[in-house]
Each structure stands twice: as structure tokens, then as C-alpha cells.
């Protein structure tokens, strides 16, 4: 499979990567939605100077969010799944650390599936910062 070409995100494709999160909302029963996709847009768009953000696609169809000062994967969100984009993206977030950790939800089954076969080990379950409501699962990984 030939690996997508993965590129830093810039201000105008938070709308895309937004897109992304909002029809995961929708087609997720157990997700709440907190915030709308213009919202979700506005946020990651106010997240980019602190975080390293790749996309992939244009429009974008893939995106990653990475804070270097935690170490923390904090998005990685995919509109085509079983087609590498996840991976691709976690290998480009992993590129020259040792180790990185994440949350995903505690009912995303297929996330968690997915990070454990990139090599990432289960943690504590613990209650979401507010405003969010659904408890979700710590990941590490360590090379």
C-alpha cells in the first residue's frame, strides 16, 4: 500500500477536520454532542500554534492533533476507515519520540482495537474533563 502524503495543517483546513469530527458524532449513538462543527472548527483552528496538526487529503479526509509539551495524541479522527490513514498519521506523530499517550472514549471498541495493534497498552479508565460526559480509556505507547 503506498503510504498518503501527509502534510501540516494550516488555519483554512479546520473546517475540514472538524467535518470529520462532526459526522463521527452523528453516526456515534453513545457520543453527546457538546459542540457544533462551526465550534469544533474554531477550536481546533485556536489550537494549531500550540499543537503540531497533519492532515491528510484535500479536502482533508485525515487528520492528527499532537501537543509536544504533554506528549499527548489529543485527535486523530479518519472519514475513510481500513484504508492505513490512522496509521500513517500516528507513525508521523511517533517520528522521533519515545513515547506519546492518548484518551479515547471507553465504548470506541474500534479505536481501541486499532491503538493496541499500533503498540499502544491500556490504562486507567477515568471520568472526561467537563464538558465532556463519556469516560475514556488512557493509551501509551513507548518505543
Known amino acids: 500500500m503506498t503510504k498518503p502524503p501527509i502534510r501540516g495543517a494550516t488555519p483554512e483546513d479546520a473546517a475540514g477536520c472538524a467535518a470529520i469530527i462532526s459526522k463521527w458524532i452523528d453516526a456515534t449513538p453513545w457520543m453527546t454532542r457538546i459542540y457544533s462543527e462551526t465550534a469544533l472548527a474554531g477550536m481546533i483552528a485556536d489550537a494549531m500554534p500550540e499543537r503540531e496538526m497533519y492532515v491528510i487529503g484535500d479536502p ?84
Open 60 to 143: 482533508v479526509i485525515a487528520y492528527a492533533s499532537f501537543d509536544p509539551q504533554s506528549a499527548k495524541l489529543s485527535a486523530l479522527y479518519t472519514a475513510e476507515q481500513g484504508k492505513g490513514l490512522g496509521k500513517a498519521l500516528i507513525d508521523k506523530v511517533r517520528e522521533g519520540r519515545d513515547a506519546i499517550w492518548l484518551t479515547t472514549h471507553e465504548h470506541n471498541f474500534k479505536a481501541q482495537k486499532f491503538y493496541r495493534r499500533e503498540g499502544f497498552t491500556e490504562g486507567a479508565l477515568r471520568v472526561a474533563p467537563p464538558p465532556e460526559v463519556v469516560r475514556e480509556l488512557v493509551m501509551e505507547w513507548r518505543r
